[in-house]
Protein backbone atom coordinates (compact mmCIF):
# COMPACT_ATOMS: atom_id res chain seq x y z
CA UNK A 1 0.00 0.00 0.00
CA UNK A 2 1.32 3.36 -0.80
CA UNK A 3 1.85 6.06 1.78
CA UNK A 4 -0.54 8.80 1.16
CA UNK A 5 1.05 12.35 -0.61
CA UNK A 6 1.45 15.15 1.25
CA UNK A 7 -1.14 18.00 0.78
CA UNK A 8 0.25 21.68 1.75
CA UNK A 9 -2.05 24.06 3.24
CA UNK A 10 -2.31 27.64 1.63
CA UNK A 11 -1.37 30.25 4.54
CA UNK A 12 0.32 33.42 4.16
CA UNK A 13 2.48 32.79 7.19
CA UNK A 14 6.04 31.89 5.97
CA UNK A 15 7.58 30.02 9.35
CA UNK A 16 4.34 27.47 8.25
CA UNK A 17 5.34 28.15 4.20
CA UNK A 18 8.46 27.13 4.84
CA UNK A 19 8.12 23.97 7.48
CA UNK A 20 5.79 22.60 4.76
CA UNK A 21 8.02 22.75 1.81
CA UNK A 22 10.52 21.01 4.40
CA UNK A 23 7.91 18.47 5.28
CA UNK A 24 7.10 18.01 1.95
CA UNK A 25 10.59 17.32 0.94
CA UNK A 26 11.06 14.61 3.90
CA UNK A 27 7.69 12.78 3.12
CA UNK A 28 8.19 12.56 -0.63
CA UNK A 29 11.48 10.70 0.06
CA UNK A 30 9.99 8.12 2.57
CA UNK A 31 7.50 7.87 0.00
CA UNK A 32 10.44 6.41 -2.84
CA UNK A 33 11.45 3.26 -0.10
CA UNK A 34 10.25 0.58 -1.68
CA UNK A 35 10.56 -1.36 1.64
CA UNK A 36 7.86 0.88 3.23
CA UNK A 37 5.69 -0.38 0.46
CA UNK A 38 4.88 -4.03 1.46
CA UNK A 39 2.43 -6.19 2.72
CA UNK A 40 2.55 -8.97 5.48
CA UNK A 41 2.14 -12.73 4.99
CA UNK A 42 1.32 -14.41 8.08
CA UNK A 43 1.73 -18.46 8.24
CA UNK A 44 3.51 -19.08 4.73
CA UNK A 45 4.54 -22.70 4.37
CA UNK A 46 7.82 -23.20 2.56
CA UNK A 47 9.10 -26.34 1.53
CA UNK A 48 12.58 -27.74 0.55
CA UNK A 49 11.25 -27.70 -3.01
CA UNK A 50 10.24 -24.65 -4.64
CA UNK A 51 7.33 -23.09 -3.17
CA UNK A 52 5.00 -20.17 -4.99
CA UNK A 53 4.10 -17.94 -2.64
CA UNK A 54 1.19 -15.50 -4.22
CA UNK A 55 2.13 -11.67 -2.43
CA UNK A 56 -0.79 -9.68 -3.62
CA UNK A 57 1.40 -5.99 -4.35
CA UNK A 58 -0.08 -5.96 -7.99
CA UNK A 59 3.32 -5.41 -9.28
CA UNK A 60 6.68 -7.39 -8.91
CA UNK A 61 8.31 -7.72 -5.81
CA UNK A 62 11.01 -6.20 -4.85
CA UNK A 63 12.36 -8.67 -2.04
CA UNK A 64 11.17 -10.15 1.12
CA UNK A 65 12.12 -10.38 4.63
CA UNK A 66 11.36 -13.46 7.23
CA UNK A 67 10.32 -11.71 10.13
CA UNK A 68 8.92 -14.27 11.87
CA UNK A 69 9.48 -18.19 11.99
CA UNK A 70 8.82 -21.71 13.75
CA UNK A 71 12.57 -23.24 12.77
CA UNK A 72 15.76 -22.17 11.67
CA UNK A 73 15.97 -22.38 8.24
CA UNK A 74 17.21 -20.63 5.46
CA UNK A 75 15.05 -19.43 2.97
CA UNK A 76 16.40 -17.79 -0.59
CA UNK A 77 14.34 -16.46 -3.78
CA UNK A 78 14.28 -19.38 -6.47
CA UNK A 79 12.83 -17.41 -9.23
CA UNK A 80 9.42 -14.80 -9.36
CA UNK A 81 6.71 -13.59 -11.64
CA UNK A 82 4.98 -10.56 -11.66
CA UNK A 83 2.61 -11.53 -9.11
CA UNK A 84 4.32 -14.93 -7.50
CA UNK A 85 7.91 -15.41 -5.30
CA UNK A 86 9.00 -18.77 -5.79
CA UNK A 87 10.53 -19.73 -2.27
CA UNK A 88 12.82 -22.45 -1.18
CA UNK A 89 13.55 -23.43 2.55
CA UNK A 90 17.04 -25.52 3.58
CA UNK A 91 14.38 -27.38 5.57
CA UNK A 92 10.85 -27.07 6.25
CA UNK A 93 9.41 -24.10 7.60
CA UNK A 94 6.31 -21.77 8.51
CA UNK A 95 7.21 -17.96 8.26
CA UNK A 96 5.74 -14.52 8.33
CA UNK A 97 7.02 -12.62 5.48
CA UNK A 98 7.04 -9.02 4.73
CA UNK A 99 7.50 -9.04 0.99
CA UNK A 100 7.87 -5.18 -0.56
Known sequence: MALPSFRKLVTSDTVV????DTLATI?????RR??????????VSIATSPTAVDHGLGRAAEGFIPVRSNASATIYQVSATDR???LQASS?????LWVF
Open 17 to 20: SRLQ
Open 27 to 31: FSWIG
Open 34 to 43: EILDGILLKG
Open 84 to 86: TLN
Open 92 to 96: AVIVD
